[in-house]
Structures are given as structure tokens and as C-alpha cells.
């Protein structure tokens, strides 16, 4: 699984003012895959994307793309690295027009004519949304359409990684499948995705390794398919099944 990794995390910790919040995360992602990062509410999942991306510094450890030594790296220098990272507030900028958010987030176009056309009807294609209030204030989209453009404008150049947190999260059914289509067109075109999830639904349609964090640790890694069939498992780790998740 190494051998291909495009991210690795050694030990690495993580504090936050007072709080220790990383306790020696180890994980690896393997390029051209999606691996999902699951695990309850407080156990560090959004506190290691947002270590990744250089928003919190690692106190700690050592955190490798590609190889290159990426600890100690700022967030625009991640970004220029080809990473890309959708909060869980999705991080659009609610003032502008939908074509506004996906400018500025090309970060090599300077006029609409400088974005690649045939990745912008990609991207109408997996969120037909995005082309029909193109010109709308973003503050306006509803919050699955939110979600579509905080994720559109993660993609609207080719990056080497996105890191994803929870992007279902308060989303009607019907959007959750368009997401998860969405998700899976990405996987297609061989993107490399970390994405943390709480649905567990969600992530057994679309994930292909899994990591499990319990209080600032990896304590599990392995196949998707192997923790969505095994319901002892998922109980363990996780304090549910799947049958209650459907």
C-alpha cells in the first residue's frame, strides 16, 4: 500500500493552544484512490486535513506528498503543490457569483477564457446546478448547491489531492446520490481524495481504503469493502452498524 502512497503521515502530532489533539497520527494515501477517514465526533478527522493543508502546524511528525517533506510548508506553497481542501463550512465566498468563486479559484486564470472549457463542462456535467446559476450569488445556492460549488471549485484546475470534510453533511438523499455520482466521476478520472465522513452509507458506496481515528489516532486501516461487511467491526470501531445507516 506504501508503494504507490501520494500522502504519508508519520507521527504526527498536532497541538492547538493548550489542547494536544494529534497523539502520532500514521496514515497513508494511496494516489489515484479514495481513502475514506472515518471515526466519532472529536477524534481529530478535520484536525488532520486541516494539518495537511498547513492550517495548524505539526508539533510533531512528518507529513510527505509525493515524497517531498510537506511539514513545515505554508498553505499557499500546499496548495501550489496541487492540494486542495474543502472545509467543512465549504468556504465559498457568499457575496460573489458562482463564475466569481470558480475565477479566483483557478488559481492560473486570470479571464473566464484562461479556464480549460472542456474541465468546466465536466464539471456542469456532474453538477448541472453550477451552469444554471452561474451568474447567481453564491449566498444565494441552497446548501446542497453550496456543496456542489465549494467542491467544483476544488477541481476546477487538476490537483494531485483533495481533501474533502464531510461533504454530505445536512444534504436531502437525492443530493447525496448526485454527490456521491459526483465523487465517483472523480475516482474515474484517477483524482486522489481523503475524505472525512460521518454517513457511513455515503462513504461504503465510494471508498476504497479506510482509516478509523479514535481520540487523536489511526487505530484502523484496511479495505472499505472489509469494515462495510463486517458489522462486529464497525460496531468496534465505530459504535454503529450499518444496517442502522442505511
Known amino acids: 500500500m506504501s508503494a504507490n502512497a501520494l500522502l504519508t503521515l508519520d507521527g504526527v502530532h498536532t497541538h492547538i493552544g493548550a489542547y494536544h489533539i494529534l497523539h502520532g497520527v500514521d496514515l497513508v494515501v494511496p494516489a489515484n484512490q479514495l481513502t475514506m477517514l472515518l471515526g466519532r465526533n472529536g477524534a481529530g478527522k478535520t484536525t488532520t486535513l486541516r494539518t495537511i493543508m498547513g492550517l495548524w502546524h505539526a508539533s510533531q511528525g512528518r507529513i510527505t506528498l509525493a515524497g517531498e517533506d510537506i511539514t513545515a510548508k505554508v498553505t499557499p506553497d500546499i496548495a501550489q503543490s496541487g ?17 466569481e468563486n470558480m475565477l479566483l479559484a483557478a488559481r492560473g486564470a486570470r479571464t473566464l477564457d484562461d479556464i480549460d472549457t472542456q474541465r468546466l463542462e465536466w464539471i456542469f456535467d456532474m453538477f448541472p446546478a453550477m451552469k444554471k446559476f452561474w451568474l447567481h450569488p453564491a449566498g444565494k445556492l441552497s446548501g446542497g448547491q453550496k456543496q456542489m460549488l465549494a467542491v467544483s471549485r476544488a477541481i476546477v484546475e487538476p490537483r494531485r489531492l483533495l481533501l474533502i470534510d464531510e461533504p454530505s453533511k445536512g444534504l436531502a ?14 475516482k474515474a478520472a484517477q483524482t486522489t481524495i481523503l475524505l472525512v465522513e460521518q454517513n457511513f452509507n455515503f462513504a461504503r458506496q465510494l471508498g476504497d481504503n479506510v482509516a478509523v481515528m479514535d481520540d487523536g489516532r489511526v487505530v484502523h486501516c484496511g479495505a472499505m469493502a472489509e469494515l462495510a461487511e463486517d458489522a462486529s467491526m464497525q460496531a468496534r470501531l465505530l459504535g454503529l452498524s450499518l444496517g442502522a445507516h442505511q
Open 173 to 186: 438523499p437525492a443530493i447525496i446520490q448526485n454527490m456521491i455520482a459526483a465523487f465517483r466521476e472523480l
Open 83 to 99: 492540494v486542495a481542501y474543502v472545509p467543512e463550512n465549504m468556504g465559498i465566498f457568499a457575496d460573489l457569483s458562482v463564475r
